[in-house]
DNA sequence: ATTTGTGAAGCGATTCACAGCC
DNA sequence: GGCTGTGAATCGCTTCACAAAT
């Protein structure tokens, strides 16, 4: 069912500690701020805060199907049809567009471009954000090429590698920069987030500098686990992580058929391809995205 | 906060039309398989199934972090070490590991490779999973560049693409082939693992061709919900969703202080600008170079 | 007649807290 | 004393099911 294990909080200790400092109050903030002085807090706002993470991420999902059926002129979808074109359950889509509002109509459907301004306003996309992207080599490439990025409104504006060969030279249209000068670089630029796609070793220094040039969100390709003040966000994308999430079902499945075929054979059905192969090393898997 | 981590999206899908069409039951695979027939199934086995989709994503990161210590020839870790290094609390990375069974000693911590063969047993990683990689553009490159790809791990055997320019031609070692082989040689070859890293056009096309080559698991780059079969696991890696969802952190955050800078001013109209001490502020960053 | 929006139930994952072992 | 392994409690997301709306 590939689960979609929202993300896994807490960068660290400091965060146990605050969750277990708190045991009846959720959040110490939220309480009792619009408990008189602020009065007409638009209840938007308010609900921001309380959308699930799990819920922010399908929304994304949600917009690019909206998109997709905009493109095709239509303007009017049910939630069991977009839910089907975002590939979730109609009540979860519902769920999650209940947490930004009530923009749909009973026994029609939702207008699709209402939805999509709706969501867009939600995720902050109203607002472009600059993207810098550090580490120019295989991935940056594709990163800094990916369309995909400023369509939706992230231009890519500055990219940072240590290759000297590569400082000044335009990728996508726009020119390398050392990284000596992420900080200077991204202050200026107004970069709010930043992509880390170098080498392992390199990525936290990369990161301390994306932090003190401003940057508040970091996408992560490097396989480390970043340290970062409170106020910074970060995800990581770690392909190899996902291939062996991938190897697992495989095995589970291999598994399964294998238990299902001993139903009958008393025998141990014996390691039909290699079932006990050898103890092989997955450093590869690791090291590739190194690579990149 | 700090969310470190995070896996993906999903790689649902297939589990829409699985869930739409039991509306009573939750799940159709029940657990009678091994209800009478398989008798002396090793526990392991049975583990196996019954690990949470989140913790197995968590092994792989764990898996990696133990590589780390190893290399440095650390040969014992405690639940905290291992914890901080993977970006968890000591008390989840516990109960990840008594998924998998009981290979800590009480008082000392777990021994680093005994950690390293048991997580990669149940990741089924001692087994080689050839990898095919369809779309040879610039993220296909990269992928198909990870050159490292020792023969261990997942070898990368096949690429495909549909440009003749690109056919025939190595990259990282493999000459490409044209994507009306896929289903040929992804059989030939007995490819486990498809990655997709076309446009979104092709994508599904190409899907149904790699489960036609008997490809059980895809790692899908494009930004589409692919349909499959209920025996394939797809997960997908959408980097515009991925920064839509740091998007709506950073907007979170802005509107957070600016809810803050509001206690004290009583009327609305709220521009943020009002409340002048605040931390990170950062302004609206309009148009800059936006090249496509 | 349809379809949304949502309280409430259900369920899986996380965290707590401590017994058990070194 | 220190640390693992795990039942129990808790939390948060998902699913159900139905009232409300058109």
Redesign the interface.
């Known amino acids: ?13 400091q ?2 500690a605050r969750v277990a400092a708190s045991p009846g109050t959720p959040d110490a ?1 939220g309480a009792d ?1 619009n408990g008189a ?5 638009p209840a938007a ?1 308010e609900r ?2 309380s ?1 699930p ?1 799990a819920a ?2 399908r ?3 949600y ?3 909206l998109s997709s059926l905009a493109e095709q002129d239509i303007t009017t979808v049910s939630s069991e049809e977009l ?8 009540a979860k889509l519902r769920k999650d567009l209940s947490y930004i509002g009530s923009y749909g109509t009973r026994g029609v459907g939702y207008e699709v471009e209402v939805l999509i301004g709706q969501i867009e306003r ?4 109203t ?5 810098a992207v550090v580490g120019i ?3 940056g ?3 800094a ?13 500055a990219l940072f590698d240590l290759d000297d060969d590569l400082v000044g030279v335009p990728v ?3 020119p390398v920069s050392h990284i000596d000068d992420i900080v200077e670089v991204c202050s200026q ?2 970069v ?2 930043g992509v880390i796609a170098t080498p392992t070793q390199g990525a936290q220094e990369v990161c301390d500098r994306l932090v003190a040039g ?1 940057v ?4 992560n390709f490097a ?1 480390i ?2 340290q ?29 058929s ?3 075929a ?3 054979g008393a025998s141990d059905g014996g390691p039909p ?2 079932g ?17």
Chains 1, 2 share one sequence.
């Open positions: 069912m590939t689960a979609q294990g929202a993300d896994v909080p807490e960068g660290d200790g965060a146990t903030n701020v002085g602020a009065i007409e807090v706002r921001a805060r959308i993470e922010v991420a929304l994304a999902v917009l690019r199907a839910a089907t074109a975002a590939g979730v359950n109609s939600t995720l902050g996309l607002r472009k954000h600059s993207v080599g295989n991935l490439h594709a990163l090429n990916y369309g995909g990025f400023p369509s939706r409104g992230f231009p890519v504006s996508g249209g726009i630029r107004e709010t987030i401003g508040t969100c970091i996408l396989p686990v970043l970062v003040p409170e106020h910074v966000e970060v995800r990581k994308v770690d392909l190899a992580v996902e291939m062996q999430i991938l190897s697992f079902h495989v095995a589970r499945r291999q598994q399964e294998a238990a299902a001993e139903v009958d391809g290699g006990a192969g050898l103890p092989g090393e997955i450093d590869s898997a690791n090291r590739m995205v190194e690579r990149l």
